[in-house]
């Protein structure tokens, strides 16, 4: 069973940076790329970014030069460096693979708890 684990979310100050961990099971997952996504409240699920199996990355443009994603194929694990936050980016983040050259995600795979990024003064 395809399962998503996301964690290392909290409450931090405008201009503050934390790392998020997405642990993963269920998969062979050097063999995909991942995504990160986050939704706002009452807001919709929008893409934050995406790396693949080897390390190729692309991000929205709202968190571009802010956000870093990386993997550790070993581990299972992917994560996502967040830095100079603001608070626009409060939001649930969640993780997701997806498949390696049309990035398009499984309908099959079901979302994980998420973790919650608040970031306040």
């Known amino acids: 069973q395809v399962q998503f684990v996301e964690s290392g979310g909290g409450l931090v100050q405008p201009g503050g940076s934390l790392r998020l961990s997405c642990a993963t099971s269920?998969?062979?997952?050097?063999?995909?790329?991942m995504r990160w996504y986050r939704q706002a409240p009452e807001k919709s699920r929008e893409l934050v970014g995406d790396i693949g199996p080897f390390g190729s990355t692309s991000y929205a443009d709202s968190v571009k030069g802010r956000f870093t994603i990386s993997r550790d194929n070993v581990k299972n694990m992917v994560y996502l460096q967040m830095n100079s936050l603001k608070p626009e980016d409060t939001a649930e983040y969640y993780c997701?693979?997806?498949?390696?050259?049309?990035?398009?995600?499984?309908?099959?795979?079901?979302w994980g708890p998420g973790t919650q990024v608040t970031v306040s003064s």
């Open positions: 997701m693979r997806a498949a390696t050259f049309s990035r398009v995600t499984f309908a099959s795979d079901s």
């Open positions: 269920g998969f062979t997952f050097s063999s995909y790329a």
